[in-house]
C-alpha cells in the first residue's frame, strides 16, 4: 500500500477531523510523506480541510 491509500485509509477510519502529524503516527509513516499525499489528495479533491490544519476525506 503506497502511502496516499495509507492516508486515505487512516482519514477515513477516523470519525473526525486529523493533523498531518496524526495521521502520520497512526500510518506509520514519515510527516512529510503524509504532507505530499495531502497536498496530491486536495488537488483532486478527495480530502477536504474543515478547519486549518486538519484534514478529513471529503464527503
Sequence with gaps: MDNIEL???VLSESKEPLKSAEIAEKAG???KEVDKAIKKLKKE???ESPKRCYYTIKK
Excluded: F, S, T
Design 7 to 9: 492516508v486515505v485509509k
Design 29 to 31: 509513516i514519515d510527516k
Design 45 to 47: 479533491e478527495k480530502i
